[in-house]
């Protein structure tokens, strides 16, 4: 990608490379004298200084306000080829003597900002090349977008064009021809420079172009972004909040909502740049809070720290700061200041009294970042807490986590991605729990005391017991309901095989344990058939 200067800054400097060659007077011998002082250095320097500036801003007072313009490469038919590149080339040069800047596009230039920000799709060339090269102008910051195609007849050659308002998408057709003689190289050359001369300033007010078009268009941009997002669209509304974001960069709603719109659309480094901008105009708790936990999502942790602490200054005694804290010492892999801030959350937060003492230490060793104290309702809580336990094993712990969760009054259905988290904890629970009862079993009755044998399958029964009533209250989404289905049914199967296991343990009837294998093998059964289930759904969910 090539760019000509478009900044003020920039047309400073090509006005004062221009003069500079300019010629000063001769200087008689006493003036050198007082150039060669210390304060007549000064003064010559001082005066030299004031006549670049002077020709400056005659020079940029003759340019006028600044345009820029991405040029999509010119298209064809495949004959017109070479004269549609040819065009292409010629553009910049032709549109620089019209005073407009310009940056070329080429396709082999993949890494272009548009697609780092997960819009432009390698599959959007397909589409309108004039909305192609509108996305494209947005991305890198040019005012509008110009695309084409050349059209070869007997006696002359056409170029149809578009010049696109990157920020109002309005539209305006552009047609020229020249002389089909000569070679291409002079024809492209020809076309190139009609068109330049049809990009007048009427041209690009009726594009939009222009400031005023510019700034009327912005909230308009907006508006479509949050409609956008309002239906779930996110890469139509990263597109529009950007394009309103470029007029007014500074709005402290539309950043904002730029933010989630990128974070939505699997860019979480966009996000934070956007949200560090907004913490910069409103530091507010909640904003800080909330580019914390982008900054993570972004794999920046030091900022993420920086931003939990900037939240913890504004309110000292936060959980929801104090958690974030532990969350970034985790992840730049300070397990130990990590588990700190978590014993300091475990103390603040009163739902969380009865929690067994190892539980900061497994907070701190635990990478799945979704696992969240503070990011559910207080009576919530015991959701993340069981998730946590089944995840590392403690699952007698995970199910009377989930069963407090629901007398607590739980959400209605269970969050789909917290389901298949937890089902997988609640397969593993049932499994070791056959298991057990499978090498229990396979011993001959009174090869065991029966005392402590009972006890043991009273316990083991009581545990299968649970893990099917909690299963049956469980209520999930439609998407993970046939899963669901099949689950509730393993884990009765499993309580249906463990009673009579240990029925047999206290008759002695061989057809005791004959039905409680079969049931257990049904158990794993139906299990394996919930699990493929919910493995689809959550395929076809992505």
């Not at 003020?8 to 006005?15: C, F, G, I, K």
């Not at 970034?328 to 300070?334: I, Q, T």
């Not at 998730?387 to 699952?395: F, S």
């Not at 607590?408 to 269970?414: E, K, L, T």
Request: glycine share 6%.
């Amino acid at each position: 990608m090539a760019c000509a200067p478009a900044s003020p800054r920039s047309r400073l400097w090509r006005a004062l490379r221009t003069h500079s060659r300019i010629r000063l007077p001769a200087v008689s011998e006493p003036t050198w004298r007082l150039a060669a002082t210390p304060g007549g250095f000064l003064i010559q320097f001082l005066s030299s200084l004031a006549l670049l500036i002077a020709f400056s801003a005659a020079a940029l007072a003759e340019q006028g306000p600044t345009r820029s313009v991405l040029v999509y490469p010119i298209t064809g038919h495949w004959v017109s080829g070479p004269l549609a590149q040819g065009v292409t080339q010629a553009l910049p040069e032709a549109l620089s003597e019209v005073g407009i800047s310009t940056i070329t596009w080429e396709p082999a230039a993949s890494v272009l900002p548009a697609w780092a920000e997960n819009i432009v799709k390698p599959d959007t060339p397909e589409r309108d090349m004039a909305e192609v090269a509108e996305h494209l102008a947005l991305a890198a910051g040019a005012q509008a977008a110009l695309a084409g195609e050349v059209a070869e007849g007997q006696s002359e050659v056409t170029l149809r064009a578009q010049l696109v308002g990157t920020i109002s998408r309005q539209r305006v057709g552009l047609e020229v021809s020249t002389s089909a003689t000569g070679a291409k190289e002079e024809q492209a050359r020809g076309l190139a420079a009609a068109l330049a001369a049809k990009l007048t300033g009427e041209v690009w007010v009726q594009a939009g172009a222009d400031d005023g078009g510019r700034q009327k268009a912005a909230p308009e941009r907006y508006a479509a972004g949050q409609a956008a997002m309002a239906e779930g669209r996110w890469g139509d509304a990263a597109l529009h909040l950007m394009a309103a974001l470029e007029v007014q960069p500074d709005n402290p709603e539309w950043l904002k909502a730029a933010g989630e719109a990128q974070l939505a659309v699997g860019n979480p480094s966009s996000a934070l740049s956007r949200y560090q901008r907004l913490a910069e105009l409103r530091p507010e708790r909640e904003v800080f809070l909330r580019t914390g936990d982008i900054a993570l999502l972004a794999a920046k942790a030091a900022e993420a720290e920086s931003a939990f602490l900037k939240a913890a200054e504004i309110q000292p005694v936060d959980p929801r700061a104090t958690e974030g804290l532990a969350r970034a010492a985790r992840a730049e892999g300070k397990v130990e200041r990590a588990r700190e801030h978590y014993q300091q959350l475990i103390a603040s937060v009163p739902q969380l009294a009865p929690a067994p003492s190892w539980l900061a230490s497994a907070l701190a060793d635990e990478r799945d970042d979704s696992i969240r104290l503070t990011a559910v309702a207080p009576e919530d809580i015991n959701l993340p807490l069981a998730r946590l336990y089944l995840k590392t094993g403690h699952y007698p712990e995970g199910v009377s986590a989930l069963l407090a969760y629901q007398a607590a009054g739980a959400r209605s259905p269970y969050p789909d991605g917290d389901y298949l988290a937890i089902a997988s904890g609640l397969d593993e629970e049932g499994q070791q729990v056959a298991q057990r009862v499978a090498v229990l079993t396979a011993k001959p009755p009174d090869a065991l005391p029966n005392d402590s044998t009972d006890a043991e399958l009273d316990a083991l029964h009581e545990r299968s017991d649970r893990l099917a009533g909690l299963a049956e209250k469980m209520q999930v989404s439609s998407l993970l309901d046939p899963a669901h289905r099949y689950r509730v049914l393993a884990y009765n199967l499993l309580n249906q095989s463990d009673f009579e296991a240990l029925m047999y343990f206290r008759t002695h009837d061989v057809d005791r344990q004959r039905r409680a294998d079969f049931w257990r093998e049904a158990f794993r059964i139906a299990r394996a058939q919930a699990q493929q289930l919910g493995a689809n759904a959550a395929g076809s969910a992505r």
